[in-house]
């Protein structure tokens, strides 16, 4: 799970949904400067790991 969360773009994904949870994926991609579908798979590789399940309790 940390070796996921490891990565600077998961980390940087999980600051903006901690701060603003209802940012969709393509707000998501604009901030970072990535593409729609490398956005879409970092979330999906954070949801396996269930780390977006700890932002809900923030």
């Known amino acids: 799970m940390l070796n996921l969360a490891?990565?600077?773009n998961r980390l940087?994904?999980?600051?903006?949904?901690k701060?603003?949870?209802?940012?969709?994926v393509c707000d998501l991609?604009?901030?970072?400067?990535?593409?729609?579908p490398a956005a879409s798979q970092h979330l999906r590789k954070l949801c396996i790991t269930e780390m977006l399940v700890l932002i809900q309790f923030r």
């Open 12 to 17: 940087k994904l999980i600051y903006l949904l």
């Open 29 to 36: 991609s604009d901030i970072l400067g990535m593409t729609i």
């Open 6 to 8: 490891g990565n600077e």
């Open 19 to 24: 701060e603003e949870a209802d940012l969709c």
